[in-house]
């Protein structure tokens, strides 16, 4: 989802930054979009690592003079029951999807409250409204994406916060799963999931309104979801 938003972003004349920890997957996505005529930059760097996000918002800073968007979108989702006690996953989970949020936002917050703007982006899920089996922990730190957006939105006057909320879609996420049975529930829901650039048109809306119009919410699903 990250690729794509950042292509999309980058055909609407924005300038982007990637960060992410695979720096051979981030060059060859700058590569495209300036390929494109587009203007990208990128830095490795891990969310859940709070000096590694604060230099890459510092570095976003410097290349473009401004940051005007921060797209927390990073997330892990190794799905398992909870009598499977797969502890680490567990604490693998809070530090990627939580965590690195709380990140994002302690690094970027200053620098828009200075410039007098901003906005943050923060993907949460379908898990953020509803919980299904081997998805406690995962819906648990999405949950949690939507309070700390949603909190954050109430306390500021003039930064914009989007919580961006997809349901399943063509993407790595759940790789990582090591539980038998998550994995196959897995496959059977993707096979009516959307393209990743559904979720981009979805940012690129939600960045794209006037100033004085804060989107607080998307929840993006295939039609034939239920849930």
Not at 3 to 10: E, P, V
Not at 22 to 42: C, D, P, S, W
Request: proline residues 4%; hydrophobic residues 45%; charged residues 20%.
């Amino acid at each position: 989802m990250g690729a794509a938003c950042a292509k999309l972003l980058a055909q609407n004349r924005a300038k982007v930054v990637l960060g992410a920890r695979r720096i051979q997957k981030l060059e060859e996505i700058v590569e495209t979009i300036r390929t494109q005529g587009g203007a990208a930059e990128y830095k490795a760097m891990d969310v859940a690592n709070r000096d590694d996000m604060k230099a890459f918002i510092h570095f976003a800073r410097e290349q473009f003079g401004r940051v005007d968007v921060i797209f927390n979108n990073a997330g892990v989702m190794p799905l398992s029951p909870l009598n499977a006690l797969k502890v680490e996953e567990w604490d693998t989970m809070i530090d990627v999807n939580i965590r690195g949020v709380l990140n994002g936002i302690a690094a970027g917050l200053p620098i828009m409250e200075a410039q007098g703007g901003g906005q943050f982006i923060n993907t949460a899920s379908i898990g953020a409204h509803v919980v299904v089996p081997t998805g406690a922990v995962y819906c648990a730190t999405k949950y949690a994406v939507w309070a700390i957006s949603e909190g954050l939105r109430q306390e500021l006057q003039n930064i914009r916060v989007t919580t961006i909320s997809p349901g399943v879609v063509r993407t790595e996420l759940g790789s990582d799963i090591t539980d038998e049975s998550a994995k196959g529930a897995l496959r059977d829901l993707r096979k009516i999931s959307l393209s990743p650039d559904a979720i981009a048109q979805a940012v690129l809306y939600a960045a794209s309104q006037p100033d004085d119009v804060d989107v607080n919410e998307i929840i993006v699903r295939p039609t034939a979801s239920a849930f």
